[in-house]
């Protein structure tokens, strides 16, 4: 069972905003800041958001990243069919002394 | 072009030992901290350690602690993963990561460990 709780699956249509939201504690979330990966099968996981809503080069600007206590969240603006993949968050967890990652969400594009 | 190259994965019994490695192309490992993260197929990825840039400050995931050692060596541009006393339960694909969830995120292909009689 994960520390960080997301929902199993998220869909939405081309050009939809989609949110992904991740659920944490005082001990992860609460207290650092949420970073978000992508992942497609057969592939390393791709970091969007780091830093909760920081950007690393290359990653467009239609991922956005937010939190709120002890919960985040990741919204895709402008959904296209190649966002079509797995979604993770991470938080550095002071109680475990380590990172943590949510359940996951597999997005779907329909 | 940076990269992150694994090598030293395989098929190991229960209680054996196995050492990845990771080397570093076209940056200076030193300047970053260090990450190992495993992935078994079909699930979520999970954080196994980190390294800071000079190797003294080394952090283990509770499910790895005293089996597994991480360590690096700065002058060669490399990266370990000293793994003991595996368990069918580490099987997993295993990722090197630079700067993991920072601006310069970068991972290793990855490489398969599989701990099976």
């Known amino acids: 069972q994960s520390v960080l709780t997301q929902p199993p699956s998220a869909s939405g249509t081309p050009g939809q905003r989609v949110t992904i939201s991740c659920s944490g504690s005082?001990?992860?979330?609460?207290?650092?800041?949420v970073n978000w990966y992508q992942q497609v099968p057969g592939k390393a996981p791709r970091l969007l958001i780091y830093?909760?809503?920081r950007r690393p080069s290359g990653v467009p600007d239609r991922f956005s990243g937010s939190k709120s206590g002890t919960s985040a969240s990741l919204d895709i603006y402008g959904l296209q069919s190649e966002d079509e993949a797995d979604y993770y968050c991470?938080?550095?967890?002071?109680?475990?002394?380590?990172?943590?990652f949510g359940s996951g969400t597999a997005l779907i594009v329909v | 072009e940076v990269q992150l190259v694994q090598s030293g994965g395989g098929l190991v019994q229960p209680g054996g030992s196995l050492r990845l490695s990771c080397a570093a192309s076209?940056?200076?490992?030193?300047?970053?901290?260090m990450h190992w993260v495993r992935q078994v197929p079909g699930k979520g990825p999970v954080w196994v350690s980190r390294i800071n840039k000079d190797g003294r400050r080394i952090d283990h995931a509770d499910s790895v602690k005293g089996r597994f050692s991480t360590s690096r060596d700065n002058a060669k541009n490399m990266l370990y993963l000293q793994m003991n006393s595996l368990k069918v339960e580490d099987t997993a694909i295993y990722y090197c990561v630079r700067d993991f969830v920072g601006a310069e995120d970068h991972w290793g292909q990855g490489t398969l460990v599989t701990v099976s009689s």
């Open positions: 830093t909760t809503n």
């Open positions: 991470v938080a550095w967890d002071a109680g475990l002394n380590g990172y943590v």
């Open positions: 076209e940056f200076i490992v030193s300047n970053y901290w």
């Open positions: 005082s001990s992860n979330i609460g207290r650092d800041s």
